[in-house]
């Protein structure tokens, strides 16, 4: 272990973990369960190598609705005190393991509850097959606890192997070493060699295909579902290489995707090697692949160079955000690139809209202590943290901020970093001294102040013009048919829908859906957007379709609009609440918590 590591480990307080790395710390995980179907339950034993660095008599777990059933050291299994804290709202319960000075290997025996926040049992009606049952996992932020008892903090880093037992017909995967086939046994193993944090352990298990894509990378799915994500992600090797020639070699052998049911409560999750995909993205034109290039961007800035706490989320997703829009300008051009950008802004005002822009959960070093870091999850650190970094690229060039970025991606591969260590950096390697480049970029007014700089350049888009031309047209009373839209994608569609009027006549509604068929889009992202207008307007005729969507869907970035506009008058919430009665069991933990609350 490198001695920024230890130094890393000891500064940087986690108020989410009750693990205390300083004195203990967990090196190395083997992980042996069996998943029951049945009853829901995973049971098996979680197997760490320690490190125990001041002679403590204690190590301390993250845990959460786990049943703790005995705990063993070494390799001679000797059975161990151990004792279960009190519960804590969001963190539940640290797992305290009487240890010696020389203690190397604990091993846990333990059960899931069949609610684990972490994970979700979809029956077979759930699933593009329905045939066979299916489990996925969702660890981030820290989920990981409620189906592993984990040193559950992104500043403690393991290696595991794993050892998954599943019904014959199913095939297991991992954030890890993967099979491509199902094997008799229904035993299947897998390695992580490259220390990695806590939330990005990842377990799916279900009727799942393999198919190759390029030499390094492939895509899991249902039978049901490759054909449609083999065309959808063709271009996935071509991201590979322009990330890697962006900055620098990627370090995790394979990447593949798993395209999961549509339940699934994120577009995206990182886990590594094994990018988990949200079906809502399959929409037979390629034209929402820029969030493949956000979860493989993760590969660097995330799984290789790790905000060390909740409270720099930004640095995962901020620096992901804007290398996200690097790969696609790479690929698309900048045209492209520009669009993405716009309606990242967008997103970006509503979020400080929503918050008040004077709201301390604007700034980009955030404070979560006492609350759930799923709060932290807005386009602050995504989008506020891109436009930071876009800022500091303006401010001293491309070429020499990609030299920067190589050089802070390589420094700190495999370790955990947090705002005062990148700012640090910053300072060092790119400001110098020079105080005008400090002016510029501002670091005061874009980390620690609530809002945009005064300073800030609203961003712009070529193509957006011409949609903003034809909405124009259409406003001043073109019918929507002779609108010029050919060649439009997703983004263009999505921005044009954004600009209709809150307040349309039946008439104009009709119009639109007419000659652009929204009701009944094949895209999620138009659906989401135009079923707002449809809510705000009483359109009825997408009635049908938008309960259709939300039974089906549990992508929470879709959810919560939608039944926010709903829930906005006193008849749209009795529609919301009936719908939402028989849609809840189709979603995640993950999203029904935020929904729970926002309709109660
Ligand atoms: N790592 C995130 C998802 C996440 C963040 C899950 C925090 C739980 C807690 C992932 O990389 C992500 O950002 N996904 C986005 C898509 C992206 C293109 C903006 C999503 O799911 O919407
Ligand atoms: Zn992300």
């Known amino acids: 272990m490198t001695t920024e590591q230890t130094a890393s480990e000891q500064s940087a307080k986690d108020v989410h973990s009750f693990a205390k790395p300083a004195e203990a710390v967990a090196k190395h995980l083997d992980l042996n369960i069996d998943v029951n179907f049945e009853q829901k339950v995973l049971h098996g034993t979680a197997s760490y190598l320690i490190e125990n660095k001041t002679g403590t008599d204690e190590i301390v777990f993250d845990t959460r609705g786990l049943e703790i059933e005995k705990v063993y050291l070494g390799d001679a299994q000797e059975e161990t005190g151990f004792a279960l804290g009190d519960e804590k709202e969001f963190l539940g319960r640290p797992l305290s393991v009487k240890i010696k000075p020389d203690t190397k290997k604990v091993t846990i025996q333990y059960k899931t509850s069949p609610d684990a926040a972490a994970l979700q049992w979809l029956n077979p009606q759930q699933t593009a097959g329905k045939k066979y049952p299916f489990l996925f996992t969702q660890s981030q932020a820290i989920l990981a606890r409620t189906w592993i008892p984990i040193q559950d903090s992104p500043g403690i880093r393991i290696t595991y192997n794993a050892e998954v037992k599943v019904p014959k017909e199913l095939l297991a995967v991992m954030s890890a070493s993967n099979p491509v086939e199902k094997n008799a046994s229904g035993v299947y193993t897998f390695e992580m060699k490259q220390p990695i944090p806590s939330y990005l352990m990842a377990l799916s298990v279900?009727?799942?295909?393999?198919?190759?894509?390029?030499?390094?990378?492939?895509?899991?799915?249902?039978?049901?579902?490759?054909?449609?994500?083999a065309y959808e992600f063709a271009e996935m090797d071509k991201m590979l290489v322009a990330a890697e020639k962006l900055y620098g070699k990627y370090r995790w052998d394979r990447y593949d995707l798993l395209v999961l049911p549509p339940s699934f409560p994120f577009g995206g999750m990182e886990n590594p090697r094994l990018t988990f995909v949200t079906p809502t993205v399959l929409a037979k034109d390629r034209s929402l692949t820029s969030l493949i290039a956000h979860e493989l961007a993760h590969s660097w800035s995330g799984n290789l160079v790790t905000n060390g706490t909740w409270n720099d989320f930004w640095l995962n997703e901020g620096f992901t955000v804007y290398f996200e829009r690097r790969i696609m300008e790479e690929i698309y051009g900048k045209d492209y690139a520009d669009m993405l950008n716009v309606l990242g802004y967008q997103d970006l005002m509503n979020t400080l809209n929503d918050l008040g822009k004077d709201s301390q959960d604007t700034r980009l070093k955030l404070d979560l202590e006492g609350r759930d870091p799923d709060e932290g999850l807005t386009d602050i650190a995504y989008e506020k943290g891109s436009f930071f970094l876009q800022n500091i690229e303006k401010a001293v060039g491309r070429e020499r901020f990609d030299e920067f970025l190589n050089n802070y991606f390589n420094t700190f591969a495999f370790q955990s970093t947090n705002t005062d260590k990148f700012l640090d950096f910053l300072q060092k390697e790119l400001i110098k001294g020079d105080e005008e480049l400090a002016k510029k970029i501002n670091v005061d007014g874009w980390v620690y102040s609530p809002g945009l700089p005064a300073d800030f350049k609203v961003p712009t888009s070529a193509r957006f013009a011409?949609?903003?031309e034809a909405f124009q047209s259409w406003k001043n009373g073109t019918p929507a048919a002779q609108l010029s839209t050919k060649d439009w994608s997703s983004h263009e569609w999505l921005h044009f829908i954004r600009m209709l009027p809150e307040q349309m006549s039946q008439e104009q509604m009709a119009d639109l859906d007419k000659a652009f068929n929204f009701t009944n889009s094949g895209n999620s992202e138009v659906l989401a957007a135009w079923f707002i207008h449809a809510?705000?307007?009483?359109?009825t005729t997408a009635d049908e379709a938008m309960e259709q969507f939300l039974t089906n869907v549990g992508r929470r970035k879709f959810l919560v609009p939608i039944y926010k506009a709903l829930a906005a008058t006193p008849e749209g919430k009795k529609k919301a609440l009936a719908i939402y009665a028989k849609a809840r069991p189709n979603y995640h933990a993950v999203s029904t918590v935020t929904l729970d609350e926002m309709l109660k």
């Open 206 to 229: 279900g009727d799942l295909v393999f198919r190759e894509v390029g030499t390094q990378t492939g895509i899991y799915a249902e039978p049901a579902t490759i054909e449609a994500a």
């Open 466 to 468: 011409k949609v903003e």
């Open 535 to 539: 809510i705000q307007n009483n359109y």
